[in-house]
């Protein structure tokens, strides 16, 4: 089956689109990646998401905007995906869509909200699409977070040792796999929420990301702003657990540096570099991991990846990509993955992951031009994840 992932995370800075074949054989998934592209949002849609955002307020008039924008911008990038990665030819398309609030009290989620009309996708590709993703592991009791976890654990299963694999945008998240355990999967806290708030608010908005963490290098650690903010009762709630940009936004750092206060700019992205740092490796060590496949856009930080490897002394650090998955596209990727594994009545969860009752069937089925014709179910679920590289 031919799939079309879609995916933009809590960074909104472009919508990221990838194609695979994948086919069940026996308990192994068979994934040959196809290609992939990264389409940025229009400049009024994006400032639009911006403004939107917690801790903004908003109105049902900017909701219903940003759900048919959002839509139709997927739309574009499913047609293009088709055109560009899959010669005109696809069975499938799975859209995350965007998240625009996940509603956590107390530890608990008690909803999530990604908007993206679906319907505009089917429309313009004739294909049936997959979305809603994280809905009912919510209503299953889980955190619907990270969804990344499923695939993480089939792909992690064939390395020995504790592997782990971290994946780096807006918020981090880490999957485990110890050896003789049920996988675990969560949220560590902010990647790249807090640096991206912070350079914005230091640029006027000229800038919206530390390139190269030129700025970060330029700096140096804060200790009194790092422990204000290492602080926050979120790292020491136990696994499974998620967070986002509900929590960790501008007025969250504001708080922080008035708590400690930090005058150069660059001393305080110093600082939250460290702070993910610090992060990623508490939880990894709290879990004995020895080997950490990174991807995700933390990964072209030189300065952020060289700090996780200062924190983690003897853990392998290695990018997805030497596993065969691209590190800018493992998360469309995963959502192709989420979205075949539905349609073959397969559940996209692990339980130990997101803390559910029960492993569930994920999303909701758009119909594309042609009746719905699904596949026969699958017989089990796969337990392994098998790369199939393009040769070259």
Same mark, same amino acid.
């Given at each position: 089956?031919?799939?079309?992932?879609?995916?933009?995370?809590? %960074?909104?800075?472009?919508?990221?689109?990838?194609?695979?074949?994948?086919?069940?054989?026996?308990?192994?998934?068979?994934?040959?990646?196809?290609?992939?592209?990264?389409?940025?949002?229009?400049?009024?849609?994006?400032?639009?998401?911006?403004?939107?955002?917690?801790?903004?307020?908003?109105?049902?008039?900017?909701?219903?905007?940003?759900?048919?924008?959002?839509?139709?911008?997927?739309?574009?990038?499913?047609?293009?995906?088709?055109?560009?990665?899959?010669?005109?030819?696809?069975?499938?398309? +799975?859209?995350?869509?965007?998240?625009?609030?996940?509603?956590?009290?107390?530890?608990?989620?008690?909803?999530?909200?990604?908007?993206?009309?679906?319907?505009?996708?089917?429309?313009?590709?004739?294909?049936?699409?997959?979305?809603?993703?994280?809905?009912?592991?919510?209503?299953?009791?889980?955190?619907?977070?990270?969804?990344?976890?499923?695939?993480?654990?089939?792909?992690?299963?064939?390395?020995?040792?504790?592997?782990?694999?971290?994946?780096?945008?807006?918020?981090?998240?880490?999957?485990?796999?110890?050896?003789?355990?049920?996988?675990?999967?969560?949220?560590?806290?902010?990647?790249?929420?807090?640096?991206?708030?912070?350079?914005?608010?230091?640029?006027?908005?000229?800038?919206?990301?530390?390139?190269?963490?030129?700025?970060? %290098?330029?700096?140096?650690?804060?200790?009194?702003?790092?422990?204000?903010?290492?602080?926050?009762?979120?790292?020491? #709630?136990?696994?499974?657990?998620?967070?986002?940009?509900?929590?960790? !936004?501008?007025?969250?750092?504001?708080?922080?540096?008035?708590?400690?206060?930090?005058?150069?700019?660059?001393?305080?992205?110093?600082?939250?570099?460290?702070?993910?740092?610090?992060?990623?490796?508490?939880?990894?060590?709290? !879990?004995?991991?020895?080997?950490?496949?990174?991807?995700?856009?933390?990964?072209?930080?030189?300065?952020?990846?060289?700090?996780?490897?200062?924190?983690?002394?003897? +853990?392998?650090?290695?990018?997805?990509?030497?596993?065969?998955?691209? %590190?800018?596209?493992?998360?469309?990727?995963?959502?192709?993955?989420?979205?075949?594994?539905?349609?073959?009545?397969?559940?996209?969860?692990?339980? %130990?992951?997101?803390?559910?009752?029960?492993?569930?069937?994920?999303?909701?089925?758009?119909?594309?031009?042609?009746?719905?014709?699904?596949?026969?179910?699958?017989? #089990?679920?796969?337990?392994?994840? #098998?790369?199939?590289?393009?040769?070259?």
């Amino acid at each position: 089956m031919r799939v079309i992932g879609l995916m933009s995370g809590t %960074s909104y800075d472009a919508i990221e689109a990838a194609s695979a074949d994948l086919a069940l054989e026996g308990d192994t998934l068979l994934l040959r990646p196809l290609g992939h592209l990264s389409v940025p949002y229009p400049d009024d849609l994006r400032d639009l998401i911006g403004a939107t955002l917690p801790p903004a307020a908003t109105t049902a008039q900017a909701i219903c905007a940003l759900d048919t924008g959002v839509g139709q911008a997927f739309a574009d990038a499913a047609g293009r995906a088709l055109r560009e990665l899959c010669d005109g030819a696809a069975d499938l398309v +799975v859209s995350h869509g965007q998240t625009m609030y996940h509603w956590v009290e107390d530890g608990t989620v008690r909803g999530t909200l990604q908007l993206g009309r679906p319907a505009w996708i089917a429309e313009a590709t004739g294909l049936p699409v997959v979305s809603d993703l994280r809905s009912r592991d919510v209503a299953a009791g889980g955190q619907g977070a990270p969804l990344v976890g499923m695939t993480d654990t089939l792909l992690l299963r064939a390395l020995p040792g504790t592997p782990a694999a971290l994946n780096l945008g807006g918020i981090a998240n880490v999957t485990v796999l110890a050896p003789g355990a049920e996988p675990l999967a969560f949220d560590t806290g902010p990647a790249n929420a807090l640096l991206d708030a912070a350079v914005g608010h230091f640029t006027g908005g000229a800038a919206g990301y530390d390139e190269d963490g030129r700025r970060a %290098s330029a700096g140096r650690t804060s200790p009194q702003l790092l422990r204000a903010l290492l602080d926050d009762p979120y790292y020491r #709630r136990p696994a499974p657990k998620s967070t986002g940009k509900e929590h960790f !936004h501008l007025p969250y750092l504001q708080r922080a540096l008035a708590a400690a206060p930090t005058e150069e700019p660059d001393d305080v992205l110093a600082t939250l570099t460290r702070l993910t740092a610090v992060t990623v490796a508490d939880a990894c060590r709290a !879990h004995g991991v020895t080997e950490l496949v990174v991807s995700g856009g933390g990964t072209r930080n030189p300065v952020l990846m060289r700090m996780i490897a200062e924190e983690l002394p003897g +853990v392998r650090l290695r990018p997805s990509d030497d596993l065969g998955l691209p %590190s800018d596209a493992k998360e469309a990727l995963a959502f192709a993955v989420l979205g075949f594994l539905t349609v073959h009545g397969l559940p996209g969860t692990l339980p %130990s992951g997101t803390g559910a009752r029960r492993a569930t069937l994920l999303g909701s089925i758009t119909p594309g031009s042609a009746p719905l014709r699904l596949p026969a179910p699958a017989a #089990r679920p796969p337990r392994l994840l #098998r790369i199939d590289r393009p040769a070259h």
